[in-house]
């Protein structure tokens, strides 16, 4: 199994920055997706970045120029450096880990325990 730790989370004012950090450790996969997802009050959780092993890297809208998702593979870990922050980027932030096949996702799929970021306006 995979055990994902989430950390950086914190209050910060509109405008603000912040790094989160999500550290994997267990089973390995050689093709995958990280991604980081939000969950704000009353709303359902939603994709804010996506990194694949091959590379690519997708944002969603409302974080585009603002967010930026990066990893370190010698430490099994990934960020999420937030930028420009805004109340509405206040949530539950969760970090997590797919593993995929030629043919797409394998059905591993693993979340870690979430860190809270609130943005105070």
């Known amino acids: 199994q995979v055990q994902l730790v989430e950390s950086g989370g914190g209050l910060v004012q509109a405008g603000g920055s912040l790094t989160l950090s999500c550290t994997a450790s267990g089973r390995t996969f050689s093709r995958y997706t990280m991604g980081w997802f939000r969950q704000a009050p009353g709303k359902e959780r939603e994709v804010v970045a996506s990194?694949?092993?091959?590379?690519?890297?997708a944002y969603a809208d409302s974080v585009k120029g603002r967010f930026t998702i990066s990893g370190d593979n010698t430490k099994n870990t990934v960020y999420l450096q937030m930028n420009s922050l805004k109340s509405e980027d206040t949530a539950v932030y969760y970090c997590?880990?797919?593993?995929?096949?030629?043919?797409?996702?394998?059905?591993?799929?693993?979340w870690g325990q979430g860190t809270q970021v609130t943005v105070s306006s």
């Open positions: 997590n880990l797919q593993g995929m096949g030629i043919r797409g996702p394998t059905g591993d799929d693993f």
């Open positions: 990194m694949w092993s091959d590379g690519s890297i």
